[in-house]
């Protein structure tokens, strides 16, 4: 497996993952350290479920890393175009290269994409043919964990036994109040800006329609079509195996060749 990796020079785009990335750790480090761990050691939840939050987390990061560093599916200056295609292409008035259509160009990235979603400062990349699954999985996978973390907030105030073996000058115990909340302000920021973002990403990839063309009438006439969810996920994962849809570290291959002009990840 071999994993390019794509870096978008902006500033405000790495200030923007930044906070993404902040969030992520701030959980990862004290939602274990306030609840998991020490009601674990007491004994009042099993080993499986600190692996399963810890397991939520590093699929969590794992998914922010490829979406924000994946090629999202930049055009070669010198594409290579089959003979049965031409009419499919066009030139960019922009950067003055040929692509295929439903491409467009990023003014962020200051290149073309490959059937591009949208740009995604908080992931500081474009959402394109190539990584458009990744993305998919950041939005399920951020769901997951801040639903996780929601819960064992609630469940440390209102569920768990009190806990015994506390060290009352830990600076953990002595703020816990403080930390707790943060973490939950963050989980209903997440779980809600997420929702509602898969729910309208899985929309449009059922009806074959990217966020750019669902914001022009002309476009929308144009290319979305229905199809079966299980068709409209593989040929975006590009697999028809259904775990690996839900795996951000391998390579996505193109299902078949259409009208698009194809590589991989
Ligand atoms: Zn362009
Ligand atoms: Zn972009």
Redesign the pocket.
Known sequence: MKLRLHF?VDPMGWLCISVVFGIWLYNTFFVPKLVLLPHYEEGHIPWALVVCYYLASALCVMALFRASTADPGRLPVDPHIPHSEREQWELCNKCNLMRPKRSHH?S??GHC?RRMDH?CPWIN??VGEDNHWLFLQLCFYTQVLSLFTLVLDFCQYYYFQPLTRLDQEKFTTRHELALLRVSALTGVVMFGGMSSLFYAQMAGVLSDMTTIEKMSQFSSETYGTKRSWQWALAEVCGTRWKLLWLLPLRSRQPLHTGHHYRSHV
Request: aromatic share 0%; proline share 0%.
């Open positions: 978008v990023c962020r990235c994409v740009h990349n474009c």
